[in-house]
């Protein structure tokens, strides 16, 4: 019977469903037994069904066997399907047979155990019904974003993870010993992407990233995915109105294919589907006053830290650009900005309702000079980057790109308070295991 094809759980609820004999075969989310009738919550990955069993119907053996299943337990079900206003979803399945495929041990998961304890235990927590629901929605984000990105003929690349040189500074590079040289995890694919373009234009990779920061913050990972984009003859108004178009057509797919997952998790998709471009842009500059106007001790030059980044868009239902900032603050690649030297050409789009940056964007410096003085002023080994030098001496054309951090924008669309909830088995600076 284990071989054979199954009926989805959903089955039960088609509306020619009563009366059918189905068979269904799934994990016990809960049971309960009182007189001769065993009540099953059984759950496959199309639903959740209540299951009926009598002893009378099932015999002595096979009901016994039945009732000591644990939670988590797998059973195959064979039986005919009824109305029954008192369960779940007004269906139920009269058992004629229950064939018990793993009794289980008793499931070591219960609603009040400490936050450390479920994340020693996440490899079980997985199957609760919100983490169901968010990698299912996170599934069809990444399903959307690469439909996107076909439609705009953007081709998707394999850039490598262990890597020379670190594309974002080498404060946050996790090193390796790369068979006795140094080596880096990839921050970023952005200078392979670079390269990439030359030939193809319009590139993109989808890959883990990884981010040696040691702050514990509820927006930090340290690997996380990242959807990274580079555009040859693009300019930042080009830039941004890409991403808007990316954004709002992504945040529509998944509000139209993952309804009951959103509304499960606290996000009515209603409100997701709402959002529309364009979205404001700010520069830096104003930003600066509109914060320091709204008491914030910060000065021209200083970083948007966590708190600066909520502000901004605390009560806003649309996400922000903010844009050109200084340039000690942002990486070496990012191009100056034509009109002002202090600045670059430069977007991060902050999330609404103050869940801060989900996008980093910027035009590429194409002046080779000037991408080497900004190499020294920050103090890296200029010889790591000279295969990325000869990108600027070779086919040196005017381009621009961005990353979005997939937990991030997860972040947002479910209102998860912290990022780890957005990602299976999160990485932070306390926690790689299980
Ligand atoms: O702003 P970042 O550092 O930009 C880059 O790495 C560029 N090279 C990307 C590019 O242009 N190709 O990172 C991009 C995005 C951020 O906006 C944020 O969404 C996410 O990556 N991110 C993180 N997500 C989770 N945990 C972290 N520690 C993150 N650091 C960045
Ligand atoms: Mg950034």
């Given at each position: 019977m284990s071989g054979a094809p199954a009926d989805p759980?959903?089955?039960?609820?088609?509306?020619?469903?009563?009366?059918a004999t189905v068979h269904v075969r799934g994990w016990v989310q809960r049971s309960r037994s009182s007189g001769g009738i065993l009540f099953l919550h059984l759950r496959d990955r199309t639903g959740t069904v209540q299951v009926t069993a009598k002893r009378d119907v099932l015999g002595a053996e096979a009901f016994d066997a039945a009732e000591h299943v644990q939670v988590e337990g797998v059973v195959e079900v064979e039986g005919a399907v009824a109305d029954d206003p008192r369960a779940p979803g007004g269906r139920e399945l009269r058992a004629r047979s229950v064939k018990v495929v793993d009794a289980g041990?008793?499931?070591?998961?219960?609603?009040?155990?400490?936050e450390e304890f479920r994340l020693d235990k996440r490899h079980l927590v997985i199957r609760s019904d919100d983490h169901v629901a968010t990698f299912r929605v996170r599934a069809e984000l990444l399903r959307a974003l690469r439909t996107f990105l076909d439609t705009e003929e953007v081709l998707e690349m394999s850039p490598p993870i262990?890597?020379?040189?670190p594309a974002e500074g080498g404060a946050e590079a996790f090193t390796i010993d790369y068979f006795g040289r140094p080596g880096y995890l990839s921050q970023s694919a952005q200078l392979y992407l670079e390269a990439m373009l030359?030939?193809?234009?319009r590139v993109y990779a989808l890959t883990p990233s990884f981010r040696a920061e040691k702050s514990r913050t509820?927006?930090?990972?340290t690997e996380y995915q990242h959807l990274e984009v580079e555009l040859a003859w693009t300019d930042l108004d080009g830039l941004m109105a890409f991403i808007e178009r990316m954004v709002v057509a992504v945040t529509h797919a998944v509000a139209e294919r993952r309804g009951p997952e959103l509304r499960q998790l606290g996000r009515k998709p209603e409100e997701l589907l709402a959002l529309a471009a364009p979205f404001p842009r700010l520069a830096y500059a104003e930003a600066v006053d509109r914060l320091a106007r709204e008491g914030f001790p910060l000065t021209w030059g200083g970083d948007l830290g966590t708190a600066e980044e909520r502000a901004l868009t605390l009560e806003s239902a649309v996400p922000l650009f903010v844009t050109r900032?200084?340039?000690?603050?942002?990486?070496?690649?990012m191009r100056r900005s034509p009109g002002d030297?202090?600045?670059?050409?430069a977007a991060d789009l902050l999330a609404p309702?103050?869940?801060?940056?989900m996008v980093g964007a910027s035009c590429r410096e194409t002046d080779l000079a000037l991408l080497q003085e900004r190499l020294r002023a920050i103090g890296a080994p200029l010889e790591e980057y000279e295969w990325y030098f000869d990108l600027r001496r070779h086919g040196n054309v005017p381009h621009a790109g961005f990353g979005l951090g997939i937990e991030r924008i997860l972040r947002w669309m479910l209102r998860r308070?912290?990022?780890?909830?957005?990602?299976?088995f999160p990485r932070t600076p306390s926690r790689h295991t299980p």
């Open positions: 759980v959903a089955r039960a609820f088609a509306s020619d469903a009563v009366g041990l008793p499931f070591p998961i219960f609603q009040e155990q400490t262990l890597t020379g040189n030359a030939p193809h234009e509820p927006r930090h990972l900032y200084p340039r000690e603050l942002k990486a070496f690649y030297p202090r600045t670059v050409e309702e103050g869940y801060g940056e308070e912290h990022i780890r909830e957005t990602i299976p």
